[in-house]
């Protein structure tokens, strides 16, 4: 079988394990044997369309069938090649984080907005990033903004350990910290405190397609989000400096829930709409 024979039978194949799925399988079939194909040959796109008449090897063709068995069965392609870009780099990711998703791009677009506004003023500037997963956000913000002291935690040891190694292998200086939300001792003012937080509940956590994420990425432990995001803020307003900012991404249909919440802790929510003009950010202020 030859490489472009490889790609129509993986693209039918996946087409066929997608239809039965229900989940995010069959979507891309392309480019997911594309992607998988291109990792067996450690070769581009243009390599495989330029060779296309090239023989797989019966090594090569084992692998690249059990690679399609896991995407057929469901598993995201991020875990499969370990990688996936955000915001222009490319972040390791393993089951033990949750796959960073476009839509958290507008949160870092929103945070770095604000730090060049507040940068005008001289200093520098802090942040906090809670619950950073593979670190995507708080590196990202880094890169983008190098002279603000940034620092992230998570409440997970092994998700700490990718962020770890995204941040050096980037060149990012970012601080980890082990915490739960914000109750270490280290922590102290930051001028934008950040985060993706678990805002699932734990029955929308349980849907085909995000079981192979780490649940506790998708929904809080033992709570529901709402008092999930009340513990957030209620932790968060006493470690901004005066005129600093809690940036939180949202669900579907939260923002009035936040906007309550924001008021429950003396603070003002103002919303940042997602492309498809959904309210997906959050950016609270607290009251004078
Ligand atoms: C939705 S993921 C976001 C990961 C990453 N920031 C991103 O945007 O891709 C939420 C992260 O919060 C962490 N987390 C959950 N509960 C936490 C808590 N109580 N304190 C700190 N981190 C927590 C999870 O381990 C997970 O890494």
Redesign the pocket.
């Given at each position: 079988m030859n490489i472009q024979q490889a790609l129509v039978w993986a693209r039918k194949d996946l087409k066929t394990a997608g239809a039965g799925s229900g989940a995010t399988v069959g979507a891309t079939p392309d480019l997911d044997a594309e992607v998988l194909l291109g990792l067996v040959l450690g070769r581009s796109r243009e390599y495989m369309f330029a060779h296309s008449d090239r023989v797989l090897m019966a090594g090569e063709l084992r692998r690249f069938r059990s690679l399609l068995r896991r995407r057929g069965g469901g598993e995201p392609v991020a875990y499969i090649t370990r990688v996936r870009k955000?915001f222009g780099l490319d972040f390791s990711v393993s089951r033990?984080?949750?796959?960073?998703?476009p839509d958290?791009e507008i949160?870092v677009e929103r945070v770095l907005d604000f730090l060049r506004l507040c940068g005008l003023g001289g200093g520098t500037l802090r942040v906090l990033?809670?619950?950073?997963?593979?670190?995507?956000?708080?590196v990202s913000i880094k890169k983008h903004f190098p002279t603000a002291e940034v620092m992230?935690?998570?409440?997970?040891g092994a998700?700490l350990q990718v962020a770890r190694k995204n941040a050096r292998r980037l060149g990012a200086q970012v601080k980890f910290v082990h915490?739960?939300?914000?109750?270490s001792a280290r922590l102290g003012r930051y001028d934008v405190i950040v985060?993706?937080?678990?805002?699932l509940t734990r029955q929308e956590a349980g849907k085909r397609g995000l079981h192979f994420e780490?649940r506790?990425?998708?929904a809080?432990?033992n709570m529901t989000p709402r008092q999930?995001f009340k513990?957030f803020l209620d932790q968060a307003r006493d470690h901004l400096t005066p005129g600093g900012r809690i940036f939180l991404?949202i669900g579907h249909r939260q923002a009035p829930l936040m906007q309550r919440l924001a008021r429950s802790v003396k603070a003002n929510a103002t919303f940042h709409k997602d492309l498809a003009g959904i309210e997906r950010v959050a950016e609270i202020k607290l009251k004078k």
């Open positions: 955000f033990a984080v949750l796959i960073p998703r958290t949160l990033d809670i619950g950073t997963g593979s670190g995507c956000v708080a992230a935690t998570d409440i997970s998700a915490s739960d939300l914000l109750a985060s993706n937080p678990p805002y780490p506790l990425a998708l809080p432990n999930f513990k991404e």
